[in-house]
């Protein structure tokens, strides 16, 4: 099934989430709709309308009026446990588009229960809380922190579509708050640069580089500071949410140009993932 990437529009949109979210209830689901990258219709033979064939929907909008932020989950099949895309966007106080969160999901793979203790309470993905038993589960699956399941690797299409939107607001940047290490070397790669948190990241390459001062702390204590975490993008993220800064990873913020590639890389390209 093919969707035309143009589906839901190519006129102007409003210039913010606020403005957009100002709008009657029926029009602002089709403008959000924008954000859904095409290719994700395809993966799961989605209708572009998001809604299944006994007419329930399958798109959650958090977008009052008057607020400046939105919230939206794509499901690909009606009373899922997770979605198959969440995006909480919003408007930086420089008027730009801002993403606080951005996930994609493969429903098809094991979940790792990485955002919930063994209670139920939210661990927000490990930033308030740790299930540190799940974590290792997921550690040892092969992903990285936070991810409860396994990506759907298909970041590139996301951020066409990203932009599509962006541009059809007439924004020409925007700015994305990477939670890990990992994410912030992803973004890299994807053509970001850095607001805020440049000398950190750099700062902890030199840190995992042959004599670092990170290097002795990946004694083994345990599966999150192994010794061949210096070598792999993914397992420096699993050793730094483990605490091996001292420090929380925050305070990082980087922008993209809309149709445009910062070169800004913190660590080489060939650093396995």
Known sequence: MKFSENFAGTEPLPSSIGAINRLPEAEKRRVYLRVVPPRLLERFGLNPYLVD??????????????????????????????????????????????????????????????????????????????????????????????????????????????????????????????????????????????????????RIHRGFSPHGDLLPRLDGSNPFRQPQAAHSVRLRSWAIHDGILGVPFTGVTMYKRVGQRSRTLTCPLDLPW
């Open 53 to 202: 064939t006994e007419g329930r929907s399958l798109l959650t909008l958090r977008a009052p009026a008057g607020a400046a932020t939105v919230e939206l989950a794509v499901y690909h099949r009606y009373g899922f446990p997770d979605p198959v895309l969440y995006a909480h966007l919003g408007d930086s106080l420089s008027g730009h588009l801002h993403v606080l969160l951005y996930i994609l999901n493969d429903p098809e793979a094991p979940r790792f229960d990485v955002d919930r203790l063994p209670d139920g309470r939210p661990t927000r993905f490990g930033i308030l809380a740790r299930h540190v038993a799940a974590e290792r589960a997921a550690l040892q699956a092969g992903l990285a922190p936070g991810q409860i399941r396994r990506g759907l690797r298909m970041l590139p299409a996301a951020i066409a579509t990203f932009e599509a939107f962006a541009a059809a607001m007439g924004q020409r940047m925007y700015f994305a708050e990477p939670l890990y290490y990992h994410n912030a070397v992803l973004f890299e790669r994807y053509g970001f640069g850095y607001q805020k948190g440049r000398a950190l990241m750099e």
